[in-house]
């Protein structure tokens, strides 16, 4: 407790009071602000400890769901949300600290945003005066704040709250909290008081927060940092390690921080030293490799001549380095010159390799020769689907292809540190060059310490001897490359240096951090590392293993030297946590070894990333003879317990997990469900899940948190949704899907309605709403959950047996279709800005869509996610065919000009409708017809159109002010008052 305060609480005062999260959530400006960490990229907070587990929520939505699922509401619910956001750092004030932190406004900036009467009070020729006060500083950018139109616009000037001095962020916080709990007794001044406090009030005692599908650590470790007990388990041992290290490493106290900076120093200079000692590293000039690029090559089945393979022979953009292929007649292969400082054309030429589209592709005596590389392979198929190649599988003792092998690695370039740069981590002069013949002895020299300790190594758990098991992501390096043998994947320079390193690890007396650290080495070590040569500035660098999740193999990669090892350290201590972190177990979910009053999962589903085939590449290396703790561990990713894929298995293990956790939590204790869902399909199954699991649902909601990247083309979505739960109340209670329908309908209603006079609240004192409406669809959907899991029987079927069943193909299960009603009677409440409720009701699905989707895009929507939600709900068969724009943070409709006339034909879902047919007289209104030409058409066409015309005519005035193309809206406002003036005598 603060040493200054005296805090009298009444034990269990808040027991069976609801929690803030069940009816308040600032969903959007969560979403932004998990946004903006996600965007962060290296910068996060746990990335720290290696950016090969990709699951990570942002640490941000934990701390949200902490703090809503501890807080209680009280009769003023715009007075809550308030104080929930300045928690947070959302509020104006902390939005203001957080721009000032960031150095947001320069003095110019703020003059021209704000009027100053007498800027010379503040502003010298340099910036600041140096008398003006930190208050001052804040009332000026307070100020400027309020000039700019969106929450989005201002944080986007902020630093994140996790970035700022905690102590001073949150200085004006404590006595705005105190106030309003004050008839709690809370006074707290703090984050670790709050939650202490608040869970007395609570609990009896400092809440508990657990997580049994860890991952990468964040739910934990977030949660430990605001003053929670955290546990903490996973069936995958690297998860666990991760998660750990987040508890320890990146979460330790002040006074470890040198201690662990200091292990990592000496176990990189051990290392380095045992490398230059070997004398495989500097040429004998001195100069020392940073990395070497490898290719492989393959033998022309028409020419008899080996060619070097890769998609394009650029190297350095920077420097002009690329390397050219000089034909060889004599030994009918080419030689690799590496060429530095070359002219643009001779970089263009570069840029086109010997792999194109899938083919080797190559020149000789001005012939072109183009070979599929599936032939090189021989890949085949057999008549039963079973599918092969003649790529010769490599045994276990094998660390290099054969002279015979379909493919050879050949080094083709070295890009060296000059000798005088070396120690000038931050200022190197780097060049690249051809291998030499000196060069090609240390190849050789490399190759045979690799030889005459391989099997040693093997034994001593130093380099892997594990095989690579088949499945969905290992079957890649195995059918690509014929590798079978996880020790396979790396070239033998990276097995010496990995090697050396995994043997200093284990003699220094932090070995558990260096186990974390050795994780993050390998994903930058091994020939899955492609060279990119717009990395680094344009000198080219490696790309790490898992930049996305598979085991891509590459015709040319990049092998790093020891001079990167100071890269792969981590920074302890950078985030201390407060609470008091239990043990991390290896465990499955279900087997859960303490209580807690909070449950926060990111579960495994449908299409989740297969975690428990891609972690044993680290697996295979760190099974034998761990460190503590993680020697308590099972090595082993224990494919056939990790829940995953669909259908009956899932849902039994997931059951399993979350029975097991509500056994383990107090009746008023609480859990939250994150998924991001690709398949709606999903929501059923996830549905029955809990419901068979004894929990109910009382809150749902929709959280942007992903970022747009080239790896995201597609259909991917972009949100996550968070499913707050409670223990079903006791007894047994059996409900029918003809009462329940109109439950739902009645609880649907009433929730959104709720959160829309909120919106309307907030909106008239702050000019924004609290919720978008996707935020509101997710509620409908909880509102409906929440009237159907406090049944234990649906229709005389217990809800267990219903949940673990076998689905039928194509199967509609009350579940579904009660999903299905919740959304239609939410998207039928959410009407449209300028649309009356009578003309929302006689639409149809895809108008619904459509004029939804177009109000929306006008206050910046653009995630495809959305657009995916609503088609479900409004029963729009096809979408995409509406569609203009299909990227995930992209997403667009298709203007009224981009429609083609099969578009709006009458067999089209779209053609067959008014609004469709609007859209056609838009169209030759723009091609200058006649707009009573097409009011004549209109009535000619249209058998209801008397009756029809009210609506066309409002539909057009929402046009004339939605609509993004001017002309259109212009177009609409013509045609819509020519159509409201109509004399039915014309």
């Known amino acids: 407790m603060h040493a200054q305060t005296r805090t009298i609480l009444t034990p269990l005062a808040l027991k069976d009071v609801p929690a803030l999260i069940e009816t308040v959530f600032p969903a959007?400006?969560?979403?932004?602000?998990?946004?903006?960490?996600?965007?962060?990229?290296?910068?996060?907070?746990?990335?720290?400890?290696?950016?090969?587990?990709?699951?990570?929520?942002?640490?941000?939505?934990?701390?949200?769901?902490?703090?809503?699922?501890?807080?209680?509401?009280?009769?003023?619910?715009?007075?809550?949300?308030?104080?929930?956001?300045?928690?947070?750092?959302?509020?104006?004030?902390?939005?203001?600290?957080?721009?000032?932190?960031?150095?947001?406004?320069?003095?110019?900036?703020?003059?021209?945003?704000?009027?100053?009467?007498?800027?010379?009070?503040?502003?010298?020729?340099?910036?600041?005066?140096?008398?003006?006060?930190?208050?001052?500083?804040?009332?000026?950018?307070?100020?400027?704040?309020?000039?700019?139109?969106?929450?989005?616009?201002?944080?986007?000037?902020?630093?994140?709250?996790?970035?700022?001095?905690?102590?001073?962020?949150?200085?004006?916080?404590?006595?705005?909290?105190?106030?309003?709990?004050?008839?709690?007794?809370?006074?707290?001044?703090?984050?670790?008081?709050?939650?202490?406090?608040?869970?007395?009030?609570?609990?009896?005692?400092?809440?508990?927060?657990?997580?049994?599908?860890?991952?990468?650590?964040?739910?934990?470790?977030?949660?430990?940092?605001?003053?929670?007990?955290?546990?903490?388990?996973?069936?995958?041992?690297?998860?666990?390690?991760?998660?750990?290290?987040?508890?320890?490493?990146?979460?330790?106290?002040?006074?470890?921080?040198?201690?662990?900076?200091?292990?990592?120093?000496?176990?990189?200079?051990?290392?380095?030293?045992?490398?230059?000692?070997?004398?495989?590293?500097?040429?004998?000039?001195?100069?020392?490799?940073?990395?070497?690029?490898?290719?492989?090559?393959?033998?022309?089945?028409?020419?008899?001549?080996?060619?070097?393979?890769?998609?394009?022979?650029?190297?350095?953009?920077?420097?002009?380095?690329?390397?050219?292929?000089?034909p060889n007649p004599a030994l009918k292969r080419f030689d690799i010159q590496v060429i530095t400082g070359a002219s643009a054309k001779a970089m263009a030429a570069a840029e086109t390799g010997t792999v194109q589209d899938g083919d080797m592709v190559y020149q000789l005596d001005g012939k072109t020769y183009r070979t599929p590389i599936k032939t090189l392979r021989g890949d085949y198929r057999l008549?039963?689907?079973?599918?092969?190649?003649?790529?010769?599988?490599?045994?276990?003792?094998?660390?290099?292809?054969?002279?015979?092998?379909?493919?050879?690695?050949?080094?083709?370039?070295?890009?060296?540190?000059?000798?005088?740069?070396?120690e000038a981590a931050a200022r190197q002069e780097t060049f690249f060059a051809a291998p030499t013949e000196a060069d090609?002895?240390?190849?050789?020299?490399?190759?045979?310490?690799?030889?005459?300790?391989?099997?040693?190594?093997?034994?001593?758990?130093?380099?892997?001897?594990?095989?690579?098991?088949?499945?969905?992501?290992?079957?890649?390096?195995?059918?690509e490359r014929g590798w079978t043998h996880w020790h396979h994947l790396f070239h033998p320079r990276q097995l010496v240096l990995l090697a050396t390193t995994s043997r200093v690890i284990r003699a220094c007396e932090d070995a558990a951090l260096g186990g974390l650290v050795f994780a993050k080495m390998l994903?930058?070590?091994?020939?899955?590392?492609?060279?990119?040569?717009?990395?680094?500035?344009?000198?080219?660098?490696?790309?790490?293993?898992?930049?996305?999740?598979?085991?891509?193999?590459?015709?040319?990669?990049?092998?790093?030297?020891?001079?990167?090892?100071?890269?792969?350290?981590?920074?302890?201590?950078?985030?201390?946590?407060?609470?008091?972190?239990?043990?991390?177990?290896?465990?499955?979910?279900?087997?859960?070894?303490?209580?807690?009053?909070?449950?926060?999962?990111?579960?495994?589903?449908?299409?989740?990333?297969?975690?428990?085939?891609?972690?044993?590449?680290?697996?295979?290396?760190?099974?034998?003879?761990?460190?503590?703790?993680?020697?308590?561990?099972?090595?082993?990713?224990?494919?056939?317990?990790?829940?995953?894929?669909?259908?009956?298995?899932?849902?039994?293990?997931?059951?399993?997990?979350?029975?097991?956790?509500?056994?383990?939590?107090?009746?008023?204790?609480?859990?939250?469900?994150?998924?991001t869902h690709q398949d709606t399909g999903v929501w059923g199954d996830l549905i029955g899940i809990f419901w068979a699991a004894g929990l109910q649902v009382v809150a749902a909601w929709y959280i942007a948190t992903e970022t747009t990247s080239e790896l995201k083309k597609g259909g991917y979505v972009q949100g996550t949704v968070i499913l707050m739960l409670k223990k079903r109340p006791p007894g047994e209670r059996t409900g029918f899907k003809q009462r329940l329908l109109p439950a739902v309908r009645q609880e649907v209603a009433r929730q959104i309605e709720t959160m829309m006079h909120l919106n309307e609240q907030v909106s008239a004192h702050h000019g924004e709403p609290v919720w978008s409406d996707a935020d509101l669809q997710m509620a409908g959907y909880a509102a409906a959950l929440k009237v159907l899991t406090a049944y234990t029987h649906i229709g005389g079927e217990d809800v267990t047996t219903f949940a673990l069943r076998p689905r039928a193909r194509g199967e509609v299960t009350v579940v579904d279709e009660i999903v299905q009603q919740a959304a239609e009677t939410a998207s039928s409440l959410l009407v449209p800005e300028g649309l009356s409720p009578d003309t929302w009701a006689k639409l149809t699905g895809i108008e619904r869509f459509v004029l939804r989707m177009l109000d929306m895009e006008t206050t910046g929507a653009q995630k495809l996610d959305n657009y995916q939600n609503f088609a479900k709900a409004f029963r729009v068969a096809d979408y995409t065919r509406v569609m203009g724009d299909m990227r995930p943070n992209h997403a667009r409709l298709k203007r009224v000009t981009e429609f083609s006339p099969r578009d709006l034909t009458e067999s089209t879902e779209i053609g067959a409708t008014r609004l469709g047919r609007i859209f056609i007289a838009l169209q030759q209104l723009l091609k200058d017809t006649g707009p009573q030409v097409i009011v004549d058409q209109l009535r000619s066409e249209m058998a209801d159109f008397l009756e029809a015309r009210p609506l066309l005519v409002e539909i057009l005035v929402f046009l004339s002010r939605k609509a993004p193309e001017p002309e259109v809206r212009t177009a609409a406002e013509v045609l819509g008052a020519r159509l409201k003036n109509l004399r039915f005598g014309e």
């Open 440 to 479: 090609l002895e240390r190849e050789r020299q490399v190759e045979a310490i690799v030889a005459a300790n391989l099997a040693r190594w093997q034994d001593e758990g130093l380099v892997p001897d594990m095989a690579i098991e088949p499945g969905y992501n290992t079957d890649q390096p195995i059918r």
């Open 523 to 675: 994903n930058f070590n091994a020939k899955l590392c492609q060279w990119l040569p717009s990395q680094g500035g344009g000198l080219g660098s490696t790309k790490h293993v898992f930049y996305n999740q598979a085991f891509n193999t590459f015709f040319n990669f990049g092998v790093r030297s020891a001079a990167w090892l100071a890269s792969y350290g981590i920074e302890p201590g950078i985030a201390s946590v407060s609470g008091s972190p239990l043990a991390v177990n290896s465990t499955t979910a279900s087997d859960v070894v303490s209580n807690c009053e909070l449950w926060v999962t990111d579960p495994p589903y449908a299409d989740a990333v297969n975690y428990h085939e891609i972690t044993e590449f680290f697996i295979a290396w760190l099974r034998k003879n761990p460190p503590k703790p993680f020697d308590e561990w099972v090595w082993d990713s224990r494919r056939a317990l990790a829940i995953k894929g669909a259908g009956e298995e899932f849902r039994r293990g997931m059951v399993a997990a979350y029975q097991a956790m509500a056994e383990h939590m107090p009746d008023n204790g609480m859990q939250c469900v994150m998924f």
């Open 28 to 326: 959007q400006k969560v979403s932004f602000e998990a946004q903006t960490e996600r965007k962060a990229v290296a910068a996060q907070t746990l990335t720290g400890l290696g950016s090969y587990w990709k699951g990570r929520k942002p640490l941000i939505l934990v701390r949200a769901i902490v703090l809503g699922s501890l807080l209680p509401p009280t009769n003023d619910p715009e007075a809550d949300l308030a104080v929930f956001e300045a928690l947070m750092a959302f509020d104006d004030e902390g939005l203001a600290r957080r721009a000032l932190a960031a150095n947001a406004f320069s003095a110019a900036k703020l003059q021209e945003l704000i009027p100053i009467s007498d800027p010379e009070r503040y502003f010298g020729a340099r910036g600041w005066r140096r008398d003006v006060t930190e208050a001052d500083k804040l009332e000026l950018y307070r100020r400027a704040l309020a000039t700019l139109p969106s929450y989005e616009a201002k944080a986007a000037l902020c630093k994140r709250p996790e970035e700022v001095d905690q102590d001073w962020l949150y200085a004006p916080v404590w006595p705005q909290v105190n106030r309003h709990y004050a008839h709690l007794g809370l006074n707290a001044h703090s984050f670790p008081e709050l939650i202490e406090q608040l869970g007395i009030l609570r609990y009896g005692h400092r809440p508990r927060v657990g997580d049994t599908f860890s991952g990468g650590g964040s739910i934990p470790f977030e949660a430990a940092r605001i003053g929670c007990d955290a546990y903490a388990s996973d069936l995958n041992p690297i998860a666990c390690m991760l998660t750990w290290g987040a508890l320890n490493v990146i979460g330790a106290p002040g006074d470890r921080r040198a201690a662990l900076e200091s292990a990592q120093q000496r176990v990189f200079a051990e290392v380095d030293a045992e490398i230059t000692r070997l004398g495989i590293e500097h040429d004998e000039h001195g100069n020392r490799a940073k990395a070497y690029l490898y290719c492989l090559e393959a033998r022309c089945p028409e020419t008899g001549w080996r060619v070097p393979l890769a998609p394009s022979w650029v190297i350095s953009p920077k420097q002009g380095a690329i390397a050219k292929l000089v």
């Open 383 to 422: 008549p039963d689907g079973t599918t092969g190649n003649r790529l010769r599988r490599w045994d276990k003792d094998e660390f290099r292809p054969r002279p015979d092998d379909i493919f050879q690695e050949r080094l083709y370039c070295i890009q060296w540190i000059k000798k005088e740069t070396i």
